[in-house]
């Protein structure tokens, strides 16, 4: 049982965190919310860096980067308040695309992606909004909505997952749209946390057979290893999400003095510190347990361990976010400081793909993980 | 990062699993089952088949009777023994005194000591706490008197586990009232049959007279009983604080309750339910399961290679994980008490004692969730775990980043 990353991957982590220690500060952030042109131009610089084509074999520029390496980005882009959509884009679509595409698709685009000319966002939802795809003469054609598309703002291309008609092998496909394509309407947004995200609708909106992902009736198992990375990838974010609210708040309490002490001789708060350090190593623990599960062939374990990871992360995310501001007194309720930023961010990770109550009524119903003693 | 065991260390599990289920007798195995707490005699029956195997005490180094096993396989053996319903060691003799006695005891002192701890011959009590000194320990005043070859020591101690039973005690006492109290301690070994030492029984709630009250009214102790050297006592307890790392969670423990929780809720009750049907009673069983999983990633976290960012003193994962183990295992007897319902509280014994032994496990639940209080004041309350976290994140480095 080893902890430890390897050289390459230090390396990796040290070459993102020094880019974003140097590039992506907070006052960036705020002076411009919304604006998605400096996002665009922030995408291509992960592309530089070859972030954004990691998961990609070295042919298509990339390392085959797999949850470790997610887990890495990820934790330092959650630490920096990252808004680009790395998650939806590199983690799930990119592996989605580098994973299950047919040569033919992955000579076209991969290298195009990896370049950043062209941005491929994952839209996968189970229940409720459905997409569907019925068989057509040219291929096929998707009807239907998708809302909360993330990174469906600034994405050209999606990789959405429809129900298809009429049923077939395990019901579902995976179909690589065209925003821009006729048959397609989007809306975009902000989430509170200044991710960008889209609802999606789609008439008619016509996919050739070059542009399915995989075998129609038999991706399903597919579509569920894509969102596990998502659900690992999100942790991971949260992770390093914490660790700098952590942070942030001994910065501040050893230097903020009310009553002419230091903050951080006061035991009450002292004590709270030391609950959020509880709280973020626990989350760290799972993270790795996460990422580690990702490799698991037993879609029965992986996906219990992503839903303790889910469980315990939304909630110490929760926990460590809404302490750091506590703990900050008024200055943590500015969008000046970045604790307001960071438990903004920490919920909405929660409230995704399932949120921590969600996860654990479904680890509950599922008999939980400790297997019943037989004397 | 690799998480799963190795085919060798699978291989190492079923070995102690089957060594376990041929040798272990089944009626202290079945103690385990029924919720009944060990005696000396389980433990020292169970621990000394163990010594036979070389197993009895794997943390200490190989010149001493250690395996010499990794990190990871320990914590497997240990898995292993609360699975299979195994008396914990005793923890004063290998945990403590042990361990101490190989660092800084003389060669004389480990010659004559140490195999007969291994072998479980002498059974060790800590003499530590004092009514007036608890959290705040270094204020200690069972004085020791250094006369000739021999010291006299007068005093008191308290919370003292077990001393009617034990061989011998290591005592903390003060050599030295000038300067700071942590500089003027020493550590003694004292044989409990010595003239002058007097035990008298403390009941707790949980209706058990474990703890003890020890008083020394100029009990002669000689001089090469003193561990180490003199006023250094207090070294060689925080010593201890860190050493102990590897199973300070005892989440085998609480997998252990777990395990067994999840067979008996799933039976009918008494009172005709299933407790395991209950939504809010599965869903807290299942968030015990997610906090447990997450505390003993953090423990193979902190023993396995690259695990952690700070190995050195300075780190606050020691505290973190007694703390969260405490309060987990608080947890999992809770929860064991949920389970038991009203059967917990109406099954007195044929002699009307309403907290003794009793053969049914439910009711003995409640003197169990009561015992189980301890586990966040006992070993440095969960308050000063707080102070000492918070003291180790404002001074050393910043935290986070390490992945």
Not at chain 1, 346 to 351: F, H, Q, R
Request: proline residues 4%; charged residues 25%; contains cysteine.
């Amino acid at each position: 049982m080893n902890f430890e990353i390897s050289e390459q991957q230090r390396m990796l982590r040290d070459t993102v965190a020094a880019f974003l220690e140097k590039e992506y500060r907070l006052e960036r952030r705020c002076a411009d919310p919304g604006g998605r042109v400096g996002r665009r131009a922030m995408w291509r610089r992960f592309c530089e860096l070859g972030l954004v084509g990691l998961p990609f074999a070295p042919d298509y520029d990339g390392i085959s980067g797999g949850s470790v390496e997610n887990m890495l980005v990820l934790q330092a882009f959650g630490g920096a308040l990252v808004v680009e959509p790395y998650l939806s884009c590199v983690v799930m679509a990119g592996n989605a695309l580098g994973h299950l595409g047919d040569p033919d698709m992955q000579r076209r685009l991969l290298p195009r992606v990896a370049a950043g000319d062209v941005m491929v966002a994952w839209s996968h939802s189970e229940a409720g909004e459905t997409v569907r795809a019925s068989r057509t003469a040219g291929g096929w054609a998707l009807n239907g909505e998708r809302r909360l598309v993330l990174g469906g703002g600034m994405a050209d291309q999606v990789l959405v997952t429809a129900v298809i008609e009429g049923g077939r092998g395990d019901g579902w496909g995976i179909f690589l749209v065209d925003i821009e394509q006729p048959g397609v309407g989007r809306s975009t947004y902000l989430m509170p946390d200044g991710h960008d995200a889209a609802d999606l609708r789609f008439v008619g909106a016509e996919v050739t057979e070059d542009r399915v992902i995989g075998q129609p009736g038999a991706v399903l198992q597919h579509i569920a290893w894509v969102q596990d990375l998502g659900v690992a990838g999100l942790c991971a974010e949260a992770v390093g999400a914490m660790a700098e609210c952590l942070r942030t708040t001994v910065e501040h309490m050893k230097t903020r003095q009310q009553f002419g002490v230091p903050l951080s001789t006061m035991q009450a708060l002292q004590h709270k510190a030391a609950d959020m350090l509880m709280e973020l190593e626990m989350s760290r623990s799972m993270t790795m347990y996460a990422a580690a599960c990702c490799n698991d062939e037993d879609v029965a374990i992986r996906a219990k361990a992503l839903s303790a990871a889910k469980v315990r992360i939304g909630q110490g995310g929760r926990f460590v976010g809404q302490a750091s501001v506590q703990m900050h007194g008024a200055i943590g309720m500015t969008e000046d400081c970045k604790v307001g930023h960071l438990l903004r961010r920490l919920v909405v990770i929660d409230m995704l793909f399932g949120d921590s109550d969600a996860h654990l009524q479904r680890l509950a119903d599922a008999g939980g993980l400790i297997e019943a003693a037989t004397w | 990062m690799d998480l799963k065991f190795t085919p060798e260390e699978d291989r190492f599990r079923m070995e102690v699993r089957n060594f376990l289920e041929t040798h272990m007798p089944a009626d202290i195995r079945r103690k385990a089952a029924e919720g009944r707490a060990f005696d000396k005699r389980d433990t020292v029956t169970a621990q000394r088949i163990l010594y036979g195997k070389g197993w009895s005490v794997p943390g200490w180094s190989p010149e001493w009777g250690g395996t010499g096993w990794s990190p990871v396989r320990t914590h497997i053996f240990r898995d292993e023994n609360y699975r299979a319903g195994v008396p914990e060691p005793h923890s004063i003799n290998i945990s403590m005194i042990g361990p101490m006695l190989i660092a800084f005891g003389s060669e004389q002192q480990k010659r004559r000591l140490l195999p007969r701890i291994a072998a479980y011959e002498d059974w060790w009590c800590q003499g530590f706490s004092e009514p007036s000194a608890g959290s705040d320990l270094a204020s200690l005043r069972t004085k020791a008197q250094r006369v000739g070859d021999h010291y006299l020591v007068s005093g008191q101690k308290i919370w003292t586990s077990q001393s009617y039973q034990a061989d011998w005690m290591f005592c903390l006492v003060r050599t030295r009232s000038e300067g700071k109290p942590q500089q003027g301690i020493s550590m003694l070994l004292i044989d409990m049959r010595t003239p002058g030492l007097t035990v008298r029984r403390i009941r707790s709630i949980d209706g058990g007279e474990h703890l003890t009250e020890v008083f020394f009214d100029n009990v002669r102790v000689p001089s090469e009983n003193l561990l180490g050297e003199e006023n250094r006592g207090w070294d060689y307890a925080r010593y201890l604080l860190g050493h102990e790392r590897s199973n300070i969670t005892r989440v085998g423990l609480a997998k252990a309750r777990v395990a067994h929780l999840k067979a008996i809720s799933a039976r009918r009750s008494s009172a005709g339910d299933i407790r395991l049907d209950a939504p809010r009673f599965r869903t807290r069983l299942a968030q015990l399961e997610v906090d447990l999983l997450a505390l003993e990633m953090t423990q193979l976290r902190v023993i396995s290679t690259g695990g952690t960012h700070r190995g050195d003193r300075t780190d606050p994962i020691t505290s973190v994980l007694k703390l969260k183990g405490s309060e987990l295992n608080q947890e999992a007897v809770e929860l064991l008490l949920s389970a038991a319902g009203t059967d917990a509280l109406y099954k007195p014994n044929p002699a009307g004692d309403p907290m003794a032994e009793n053969p049914d496990w439910a009711s003995r639940s409640f003197s169990n969730y009561c015992f189980f209080r301890a586990m966040t004041i006992f070993g440095g309350t969960s308050e000063v775990q707080r102070n000492i976290i918070a003291r180790m994140l404002f001074s050393g480095p910043a935290p986070g980043g390490e992945s």
